[in-house]
């Protein structure tokens, strides 16, 4: 059952799941930080964040220095989360952080036996450790992010090494427009899980975001095309295993914000029953409460039948003298 419930999880955070090739390197793709998954992980949005390293570098503009950290409880003893530091550096912004998921305890049988009395337990965690770089030019940002990724299954490991990079531009014409564009996971499998080979969860992505209500709100969508063994001749059906996302956060204050979203990964989750808690699959919804040096947000992500997610996430500015007399 639990071994059902990790391959329903991972087939709603990962487009490359639905073509059946799910590995070891598939949390690549989940969302990091509380603010990105209350809005459907729409990452084209405001920069600043720090756990944009993980997500999309060119969003990771930080000024001063600032610390994150993230922590995210899915089911059945599945866990993840993050920390990143980022500071101005190079003109731009200098970032490293480490992301981690904890897939739990699982109970194993010789030869998959399950009748078997010599049962055994074990274990499977993943881990990425990144550095990433962010830069404005000509109005336009800038960044790439470096990964070093490891995973580990009952002593099975597997490394890979990849790169994200991505650029956003704010379009002068329409005031409170920018859109953007990333690719994810370029990059190869260093040493194999057990004897088999496997992909990273390459794809690309395009997307935007528009300030609403006098810029009191902001409205961000994407699409996220996992490239990983596509038929592309076959374009209607392409574009049936598109994530398609759309998401909003409105500052109904100053310093409370409110956040909602939709995926169109959770359609994967409703088996057509009618109850609410598969209706709802895909739906995203969070908060943010935010200060002058210190913000912290919460997500809840429903999925269906088999539960719901819920992330949360802190991050802290730490101003230098420089800045600190600007405060004053």
């Given at each position: 059952m639990k071994n059902y419930i990790i391959g329903i999880f991972i087939l709603f955070y990962s487009s490359i799941a639905r073509s059946e090739e799910v590995n070891g390197f598939e949390f690549l793709t989940f969302p990091s930080g509380a603010k990105y998954a209350g809005i459907a992980g729409c990452d084209f949005g405001t920069i600043g964040e720090v756990s944009a390293i993980f997500t999309n570098p060119a969003a990771l503009q930080i000024m001063p220095k600032a610390v994150g950290f993230g922590y995210a409880h899915y089911f059945e003893g599945i866990q993840g989360g993050y920390g990143v530091f980022a500071m101005p550096k190079y003109k731009g912004t200098l970032g490293a952080g480490i992301k981690y998921l904890d897939y739990g305890t699982f109970e194993g049988h010789p030869n998959n036996?399950?009748?078997?009395?010599?049962?055994?337990?074990?274990?499977?965690?993943?881990?990425?450790?990144?550095?990433?770089?962010?830069?404005?030019?000509e109005g336009k940002s800038l960044g790439v992010s470096a990964k070093a990724i490891y995973y580990n299954l009952a002593g099975f490991t597997g490394t890979a090494v990849a790169i994200d990079a991505g650029g956003m531009i704010a379009i002068k014409k329409y005031e409170g427009l920018t859109i953007g564009a990333v690719l994810h996971n370029v990059g190869l499998q260093?040493?194999?899980?057990?004897?088999?080979?496997?992909s990273l969860p390459f794809s690309a992505s395009i997307g935007g975001s528009y300030l609403l209500f006098n810029k009191t709100a902001l409205l961000s969508a994407q699409i996220k095309l996992p490239v990983t063994n596509r038929d592309t001749s076959q374009l209607v059906?392409?574009?049936?295993?598109?994530?398609?996302?759309?998401?909003?956060?409105?500052?109904?204050?100053?310093?409370?914000?409110?956040?909602?979203?939709?995926?169109?990964?959770?359609?994967?989750?409703?088996?057509?029953?009618?109850?609410?808690?598969?209706?709802?699959a895909g739906l995203t919804f969070g908060i943010g409460i935010k200060t002058k040096v210190f913000m912290m947000d919460y997500a809840v992500v429903p999925m269906g039948a088999i539960g719901v997610v819920n992330h949360i996430s802190f991050s802290r500015s730490i101003p230098d003298s420089k800045h600190k007399k600007a405060d004053k």
């Open positions: 036996d399950t009748t078997s009395l010599n049962s055994f337990d074990f274990d499977a965690k993943s881990m990425v450790a990144t550095v990433g770089y962010s830069r404005v030019i260093t040493s194999t899980f057990d004897t088999a080979s496997e059906s392409l574009w049936t295993k598109i994530d398609k996302a759309v998401g909003i956060e409105w500052y109904a204050t100053p310093s409370f914000i409110i956040r909602g979203g939709y995926n169109s990964s959770g359609k994967e989750l409703d088996t057509g029953t009618g109850a609410l808690k598969e209706v709802i």
